[in-house]
Structures are given as structure tokens and as C-alpha cells.
């Protein structure tokens, strides 16, 4: 059974940073798994932040996310992590890590692509 589980949230001033963590069991990131960040804030869409495409052989982000985050892994650790640098109070959601196997690559940005899902974890960007 694979289970994510995310860490790391909190509240940060803008311009601020967090590195968040997602912990996965029942999985290894092989050739053929992907690995995703999204978020969601209150009232509005999940939405795509980050992925690591099949085992990482390529790493995609939103527009608005690009040159703030970095989506990394630690296979020994089975972990996955969002560095996010120069946040805004805009970036303030509830993250979540999500993963699947054989998602194709005009899908890594839906939701409805992936399977599991971890609980999320909040971030807050506010002075």
C-alpha cells in the first residue's frame, strides 16, 4: 500500500523560505513512478506546483513557481522534497504530495492523474 506523508509547513514571512518533506512508503521511485507537488488554497482548485516526471528523468513546475521552488529526492530516504525560497503571501495553501505510476506526460498536471495522495501539509506566508 503506498502512503505520503508531508512535513515542513508553517508560517513564514514573505520573502521567506520552507523546504517541505514527503515521506513515502510502499514504493521506490523507479523508472516508471511520478511524483508530484500541488497545493490548495481555501476556496480555490487544487492546483499543480511541481513534479518529478518517470523516477525523475525530468522535473516540471508551474509558470508561477519557477525559479522560487525546486522539486528534489532522496532515493535512500524514499523522500521527496519542495525547496520554496522567496515566498509570497499568495503561496499561502494547503501542500500536498501526491504519486502514480505510468502518468503520461500530458497529465502530470492534473489532479486526477495521480492515486494517492498524502494528508497535506499548510503553509502560511504572512508578516
Known amino acids: 500500500q503506498v502512503q505520503l506523508v508531508e512535513s515542513g509547513g508553517g508560517l513564514v514571512e514573505p520573502g521567506g523560505s520552507l523546504r517541505l518533506s514527503c515521506a513515502t512508503s510502499?514504493?521506490?521511485?523507479?523508472?516508471?513512478?511520478?511524483v508530484a507537488w500541488f497545493r490548495q488554497a481555501p476556496g480555490k482548485e487544487r492546483e499543480f506546483v511541481a513534479a518529478?516526471?518517470?523516477?525523475?528523468?525530468?522535473?516540471h513546475y508551474a509558470d508561477s513557481m519557477k525559479g522560487r521552488f525546486t522539486i528534489s529526492r532522496n532515493n535512500a530516504k524514499n523522500t521527496v522534497y519542495l525547496q520554496m525560497n522567496g515566498l509570497k503571501p499568495e503561496d499561502t495553501a494547503a501542500y500536498y504530495c501526491?504519486?502514480?505510476?505510468?502518468?503520461?506526460?500530458?497529465?502530470?498536471?492534473?489532479?486526477?492523474?495521480?492515486?494517492?495522495w498524502g494528508q497535506g501539509t499548510q503553509v502560511t506566508v504572512s508578516s
Open positions: 510502499g514504493q521506490t521511485f523507479s523508472r516508471d513512478v511520478t
Open positions: 518529478l516526471f518517470r523516477g525523475g528523468a525530468s522535473t
Open positions: 501526491a504519486t502514480d505510476r505510468n502518468v503520461i506526460m500530458s497529465s502530470i498536471r492534473l489532479v486526477r492523474a495521480y492515486d494517492y
